[in-house]
């Protein structure tokens, strides 16, 4: 099985898909491939369709749908030729005790690839090796085509999951931008981080790094008004002041330092953060 989930839902059984047209399927079936050979149970499904409050037929209406499904990979078998080597449809969206589990049969996932090169990629940074770490960052958030899951109607469940999937590829983005950074690719960095911090303008990591990658390629006045931007933001929006390490590097761009001013938004373990500030618009991102 292969599924794709960072972007469009797309799941194939034998290369053919199995993605249902119709809204609620499409979240019953996003909601497995998330959790692929993992248990998901009836009652997260439930929640996920119908909230906290879900009709008396929702257990019925479950499985209608996920008999749906189980129809669809039985198609798989007509649109291969009907050889008799494919997984039965029982086999493939398992019941399990409590839910169900979809199987991926030892397939592939661009969430699971994903994870796998991110993790490389912190390994690298973490002993110094910034190329490598560049270059495994980069392909991870390459299998990125869109926001996860973007057609499918998320109810509550697989919001918060998608919330947890964005912070994943914010962090992921924060240490590749670290690596090049570390790399002197200051000049090449300065549009990505311009688009990254109108887009998340309070974000004081990506905020720093565009302030040195300004700063690093002589644009000082620049790299001064990025401050001020997310200052006056923040101040308004949250009664906050930016973070001392973000007030490290404007100061060290007013000195106009030979050092150079830290790599990272990433604090010392004694550096305070702003936790309460809404997700999206963390301080920081840990390491």
Request: with cysteine; charged share 25%; aromatic share 4%.
């Given at each position: 099985?292969?599924?794709?989930?960072?972007?469009?839902?797309?799941?194939?059984?034998?290369?053919?898909?199995?993605?249902?047209?119709?809204?609620?399927?499409?979240?019953?079936?996003?909601?497995?491939?998330?959790?692929?050979?993992?248990?998901?149970?009836?009652?997260?499904?439930?929640?996920?369709?119908?909230?906290?409050?879900?009709?008396?037929?929702?257990?019925?209406?479950?499985?209608?749908?996920?008999?749906?499904?189980?129809?669809?990979?039985?198609?798989?078998?007509?649109?291969?030729?009907?050889?008799?080597?494919?997984?039965?449809?029982?086999?493939?969206?398992?019941?399990?005790?409590?839910?169900?589990?979809?199987?991926?049969?030892?397939?592939?996932?661009?969430?699971?690839?994903?994870?796998?090169?991110?993790?490389?990629?912190?390994?690298?940074?973490?002993?110094?090796?910034?190329?490598?770490?560049?270059?495994?960052?980069?392909?991870?958030?390459?299998?990125?085509?869109?926001?996860?899951?973007?057609?499918?109607?998320?109810?509550?469940?697989?919001?918060?999951?998608?919330?947890?999937?964005?912070?994943?590829?914010?962090?992921?983005?924060?240490?590749?931008?670290?690596?090049?950074?570390?790399?002197?690719?200051?000049?090449?960095?300065?549009?990505?981080?311009?688009?990254?911090?109108?887009?998340?303008?309070?974000?004081?990591?990506?905020?720093?790094?565009?302030?040195?990658?300004?700063?690093?390629?002589?644009?000082?006045?620049?790299?001064?008004?990025?401050?001020?931007?997310?200052?006056?933001?923040l101040v308004h929006d949250y009664?906050?002041?930016?973070?001392?390490?973000?007030?490290?590097?404007?100061?060290?761009?007013?000195t106009a330092t030979e050092d150079?001013?830290?790599?990272?938004?990433?604090?010392?373990?004694?550096?305070?953060?702003?936790?309460?500030?809404?997700?999206?618009?963390?301080?920081?991102?840990?390491?």
């Amino acid at each position: 099985m292969d599924i794709g989930i960072l972007g469009t839902l797309d799941v194939r059984e034998r290369g053919v898909s199995i993605t249902p047209t119709a809204a609620k399927p499409r979240q019953v079936l996003a909601l497995l491939a998330l959790h692929a050979d993992r248990a998901v149970t009836v009652a997260t499904l439930t929640e996920e369709l119908w909230g906290r409050q879900p009709p008396r037929s929702a257990r019925p209406t479950l499985q209608t749908y996920v008999m749906h499904l189980r129809e669809l990979i039985a198609g798989t078998s007509a649109a291969t030729g009907g050889d008799g080597a494919g997984r039965s449809p029982k086999q493939v969206l398992r019941t399990v005790p409590g839910g169900y589990l979809l199987d991926s049969g030892e397939g592939t996932s661009d969430l699971w690839e994903f994870e796998r090169l991110t993790r490389a990629g912190y390994r690298a940074m973490d002993v110094g090796d910034h190329r490598a770490a560049a270059r495994s960052l980069r392909t991870a958030l390459d299998l990125w085509t869109g926001p996860a899951l973007a057609d499918v109607s998320a109810g509550d469940c697989l919001r918060a999951e998608t919330r947890g999937l964005e912070e994943s590829r914010l962090c992921a983005l924060d240490r590749r931008i670290e690596a090049d950074l570390r790399l002197g690719r200051h000049r090449e960095l300065i549009a990505e981080l311009t688009v990254l911090v109108s887009r998340h303008p309070t974000h004081e990591s990506l905020c720093g790094q565009l302030m040195l990658a300004l700063h690093r390629s002589g644009r000082r006045g620049e790299a001064l008004a990025a401050y001020q931007r997310l200052r006056t933001t923040l101040v308004h929006d949250y009664g906050l002041e930016p973070s001392a390490v973000v007030g490290r590097i404007r100061q060290a761009v007013l000195t106009a330092t030979e050092d150079d001013p830290p790599s990272s938004g990433a604090p010392d373990s004694s550096e305070p953060t702003h936790g309460d500030v809404p997700s999206g618009s963390t301080a920081v991102i840990p390491r």
